[in-house]
């Protein structure tokens, strides 16, 4: 059954995106009906280019579509090219004040500049970053971020708000339009959610490009989830964002891990186990919060979409087995049953669990690759019998 006819059904789970015109950002998509794509930032010195492309690698890993490399200095763009070559997906290289950065990234393979147009100096300097990006094919991200607007719009309003965030993209969109550039993606991200929401509501009206959405220095790793997660997957189910990156204190695998899990909620995009667990209680027939750790950290590499429910007893356990891929259920006596495509199929023995669970969801990811078999779903309909 298609999204769509569920939707007809389940009209509560539908979500109308914002109809955004299309941007390529090296060969991918951003914006129309493109996936909703998740980026990171690397935080090595760009100038460790070995480094650098370690990190760009396991971000790769992980399922990130983009990726934004700092060029603060003229000795990090020196081998630009060196990591554009190797990375397997676009490079967004990060400009803020020094436009030779933006020429010399965009000669160097970056997929798209990230730049405030009015922090550049003059309208030649914006000419030579347009004509740079032209030449090159790069799109332009501008973003704007309530930490660094600028000093008449904090005159004019007194204090970052939506408004001030709004005029001053409005404001940078207007130098780009001037020298008829129109390949470019906007950001008004805030720390505070209130205000970035606001914000980034108050824009989708006004334009009609693709929208980058961030909460911007959103904290740790469980902080900085919660606020992402609030902010972001706000937006997201009004309709809103095209691309979307989580910022984290921690490493940019986990802002990728948390940007597809956000989309997975919101049933936007799938990517690997989706796993269904309870909070566990007194009732567990096994260590539910450990093996769902080891699930997890076991299962990583596995890229296929399907679905896990792993439920300590038999209360909510069948039912929430019946809609998985794979579910496991505690029973007494360390002996657990096992549901395979939402019906009761086996036992396992509490010590041999973890490794069983591992080799069915290995060997169900490889037959849907194949072609031999689909990821479960519920509710689909089923063939009358003849």
Not at 110 to 127: D, F, H, M, T, Y
Not at 206 to 231: N, R
């Amino acid at each position: 059954m298609s999204s769509d006819t569920l939707s007809s059904i389940r009209p509560w789970r539908e979500i109308m995106r914002r109809k955004s015109r299309q941007i390529m950002v090296g060969d991918v998509p951003v914006g129309g009906d493109a996936p909703i794509t998740v980026q990171t930032m690397t935080n090595t010195p760009t100038e460790d280019v070995g480094a650098t492309i370690d990190q760009i690698r396991r971000c790769e890993d992980a399922g990130a579509d983009i990726i934004r490399v700092s060029c603060p200095t003229a000795e990090s763009t020196e081998n630009f090219d060196q990591i554009t070559k190797a990375a397997n997906i676009p490079i967004v290289a990060d400009i803020h004040f020094h436009y030779k950065r933006a020429l010399e990234a965009a000669d160097k393979g970056a997929a798209c500049l990230r730049i405030n147009p009015g922090n550049i100096g003059s309208s030649e300097r914006v000419a030579e970053v347009v004509r740079a990006a032209k030449a090159n094919g790069c799109a332009i991200r501008i973003g704007v971020n309530a930490g660094s607007l600028e000093k008449d719009l904090l005159e004019k309003y007194g204090e970052p708000c939506p408004e001030a965030l709004i005029e001053s993209a409005l404001d940078h969109i207007k130098l780009l339009q001037d020298h008829d550039f129109h390949e470019y993606k906007v950001a008004v991200k805030a720390s505070d959610v209130f205000l970035a929401v606001a914000a980034y509501h108050g824009l989708a009206e006004a334009v009609d490009c693709p929208l980058h959405l961030g909460i911007t220095e959103a904290g740790g790793l469980i902080g900085g989830t919660v606020k992402s997660s609030l902010g972001i997957g706000s937006l997201l189910w009004a309709g809103i964002g095209d691309t979307i990156r989580v910022s984290l204190s921690a490493e940019p695998e986990q802002e990728v891990k948390v940007g597809f899990e956000i989309l997975k909620s919101l049933g936007l995009r799938t990517r690997g186990v989706r796993v269904v667990s309870c909070p566990s209680c007194s009732r567990q027939g096994f260590d539910v919060i450990r093996t769902v750790e080891a699930l997890e950290k076991r299962l990583e590499h596995i890229k296929t979409p399907m679905s896990l429910s792993v439920l300590g007893c038999v209360v909510n356990g069948p039912g929430e087995a019946r809609e998985t891929d794979i579910g496991i259920t505690g029973g007494g006596a360390g002996k657990h049953m096992v549901y395979l495509s939402g019906v009761t199929d086996h036992h396992v023995q509490d010590g041999d669990m973890l490794d069983h669970i591992v080799k069915l969801v290995e060997e169900k990811a490889a037959k849907i690759e194949a072609g031999e078999a689909t990821a479960f779903d519920p509710h689909a309909v089923k063939e009358p019998a003849e």
